[in-house]
């Protein structure tokens, strides 16, 4: 049964463990130098030439299909930027769809792991997680509604990847308590709430409104994301709940009833062929 | 108490067996194991890895031996992933590689001095300075990249200071062999530690092979590049203390006989309970193995297996060897290769010096990473301050070069 609570114990780091060793480690004995001479202008020289000489990370896909490609020159002919706006939708696609699997893997824990927070019932935490996937889907469908594919990786998603693994090794080690996985999947949710944030902006700017509509009803469910997992992550280090402390609203306000309200938004997105609409309720 | 291979038959072949689960099991702690416990699991994975590294080459040439090789073979597979798994997967690569540097330095330090030929000492005590001086370049890399102490995994079992600066490492091929022993006269200790110290260069040539590629800053790919190209130096140099006259099945006896070694000597030092069952039950299966290449010797030579491997005296000395490797430090830092021979650096082969002129033409990168860095309990950042080192060439003369006491 993983630890939940951190505890004291034999934790050998830092030199207080080691008074001796270290003071030994200090001393002066037979050590010719204890440094190498010079600054770190040379490390800094070295990263600013490859800076200088880099390539990008990679490129957005050409749209495969002639309406895609027809519909984005037609985009570019307004002096729209769609290339940004599939780049950032491919981004969110890409974390909610790894954001899905964080919360599968909180699941895991949460059936084997007793005395979790009170106000974490497995089902909430099912509600987010097919919250997440329904938001990969209707992603899916806005990044086909305007040419391009889903399917491919975007620079943008490519980098989110990146940022997101240290998030999926923590949720995925068998050691780290409920309040470590909770402090990770915080750590996500924040980054989601902008990520939206940034993705209404874009779409408005683009003058979609059918997707920024859409994406509104996700970031009022990322918001509550974000105020449920805060919650269950105070509780989980025993911190008392204060009133005021669960993160404003952001452009779209946090709803009245955010810390405990189950999902309630209307499923805007098309089942997919051969299942019953009812994503991750199988998990 | 001596040990003998001879006394236990170990484990039956067809007794060793396990499941997935029982080689993906509770890994070490990086914070409360003592780092000699780490140290422990990267030299026993890299002996493991050697095992498999041999036997495949032996049952290349040897049509005989590819049956018994490959049943031995599918159950060191098995054992490397048991003993490599126990590593957690909170070290990062880089915090890895300070633990694989710990290794080589706290081992071949103390090979070093258990070493009964002098020349074979004078070997390990060279490449060793050059371990202790990758240390204190990949500590910088540490500190200045993931801002992260490096002594959270020494744990002040290990000295962060400057050795033979590794720019200066990179030689000509011909100045990094090395004379072997004599197989009908070294001493049996001898055979184990070149072995040893190859297995664990070996491995540690291989693992920074495969983890430079996963670094984004350019500077940490450099450091890898330059310091696996040096480890490649030093398996050329420890593996041509082997010598090349031993027979395939001789060479398979005492890789078996290592392994023993190695075991019977963590098992006599490990301090974690669970971590010692883990060793006590490889020791019990490298016996079995031992057992069958003793057979094959026996059969193919038709010689004693006992005029090869003899009695262990006693164990590694698995502890931190900090006041020899200063020693070694004071008197041995400026000490260069020519040929076979370690000579002062005024007679270094002109060749050597000319292949690093061609390599370090673009800079080096281990000068690049360090400049500066003088270890400091908590990291540099807490001498230098929020001004960092660069900054503070406008208040304050760069570091340069001489004792500075934190």
């Known amino acids: ?283 | 108490m001596p040990f003998s291979v001879f006394d236990s038959k170990g484990t039956p072949l067809d007794r060793q067996h396990m499941t997935w689960r029982d080689m993906v099991r509770k890994p070490i702690s990086k914070l409360d194991d003592d780092a000699f416990t780490r140290m422990r699991v990267i030299l026993m994975s890299g002996i493991e890895q050697e095992a498999l590294r041999f036997s495949h080459m032996a049952a290349r040439c040897n049509m005989a031996l590819r049956q018994p090789l490959a049943d031995v073979r599918r159950v060191e597979q098995h054992q490397a992933t048991l003993v490599g798994w126990l590593l957690s997967s909170d070290h990062s690569p880089l915090e890895t590689t300070i633990a694989y540097e710990q290794l080589a330095i706290e081992l071949t330090a103390s090979v070093a001095k258990a070493e009964p030929d002098n020349y074979l000492s004078q070997v390990y005590r060279f490449g060793l300075l050059e371990d202790f001086d990758h240390l204190y370049r990949y500590a910088a890399l540490l500190d200045r990249v993931e801002g992260k102490d490096a002594n959270n995994i020494l744990q002040s079992y290990t000295d962060i200071l400057p050795g033979r600066p590794t720019l200066e490492h990179h030689r000509a091929p011909r100045d990094d062999l090395r004379i072997p022993y004599d197989r009908s006269m070294a001493a049996m200790l001898s055979k184990l530690h070149a072995l040893t110290i190859t297995a664990a260069e070996a491995q540690t040539h291989a693992y920074y092979m495969n983890v430079g590629p996963t670094f984004a800053d350019p500077v940490a790919r450099q450091l890898y590049a330059e310091i696996a190209s040096v480890e490649e130096q030093h398996v050329t140099q420890y593996e041509s203390l082997l010598d090349p006259t031993e027979t395939w099945v001789e060479q398979w006896l005492l890789h078996e006989a290592n392994e023993c070694y190695t075991y019977y000597s963590c098992v006599e030092t490990e301090t974690n309970h669970q971590v010692k069952a883990v060793w006590e039950r490889c020791l019990d299966y490298e016996l079995g193995h031992f057992h069958m290449a003793a057979e094959a010797f026996r059969r193919y030579e038709r010689r004693d297996p006992a005029e090869i491997v003899g009695d262990f005296p006693r164990p590694i000395e698995l502890r931190s060897q900090r006041e020899y490797v200063r020693k070694v430090l004071a008197t041995e830092v400026e000490l260069r290769a020519l040929g076979t021979q370690i000579v002062p650096k005024a007679h270094e082969d002109q060749a050597s010096i000319d292949v690093r002129r061609q390599l370090n033409a673009d800079g080096s990168p281990s000068e690049a990473v360090a400049a500066g860095y003088v270890w400091t309990p908590g990291t540099e950042l807490v001498s230098h301050g929020a001004a960092g080192t660069t900054a503070l060439i406008a208040t304050r003369p760069a570091n340069e070069g001489g004792v500075v006491m934190p």
């Open chain 1, 1 to 283: 049964m993983a630890h939940q609570s951190e505890h004291m114990g034999m934790n050998r780091t830092g030199v207080q463990m080691s008074p001796i060793d270290t003071a030994a480690m200090q001393g002066s004995e037979n050590v010719p130098m204890r440094g190498a001479p010079g600054d770190e202008r040379a490390l800094l020289d070295a990263r600013e030439a490859y800076i200088l000489d880099a390539d990008a990370i990679g490129s957005l896909p050409i749209p495969g299909s002639v309406a895609g490609a027809v519909s984005l020159g037609l985009h570019m002919l307004k002096g729209d930027r769609p290339q940004i706006l599939l780049d950032k939708l491919g981004e969110r696609l890409s974390f909610e769809r790894t954001g899905t699997r964080l919360y599968d893997a909180l699941l895991a824990k949460c059936d084997v792991i007793e005395g979790g927070p009170a106000g974490m019932t497995r089902d909430h935490v099912a509600d987010i997680r097919r919250d997440e996937a329904r938001h990969f889907l209707l992603l899916k469908e806005a990044i086909e509604s305007l040419g391009g594919d889903p399917t491919a990786q975007t620079p943008s998603a490519d980098v989110t990847g990146v940022e997101s693994q240290g998030i999926v090794q923590v949720l995925y080690d068998p050691r780290t308590s409920l309040a470590q996985s909770l402090h990770a999947l915080l750590t996500a949710e924040l980054a989601d709430r902008a990520g939206w944030e940034t993705l209404i902006a874009l779409a408005g700017e683009a003058g979609q409104d059918d997707l920024v509509a859409g994406f509104t009803l996700a970031l009022e469910d990322e918001h509550r994301h974000l105020a449920l997992v805060q919650g269950w992550y105070h509780e989980a280090i025993g911190l008392t709940p204060v009133s005021g402390m669960l993160p404003p609203g952001g452009s779209a306000g946090l709803p009245p009833d955010a810390s405990t309200a189950p999902t309630s938004t209307p499923d805007v997105t098309t089942p997919l062929p051969g299942t019953d609409g009812m994503l991750g309720t199988d998990i």
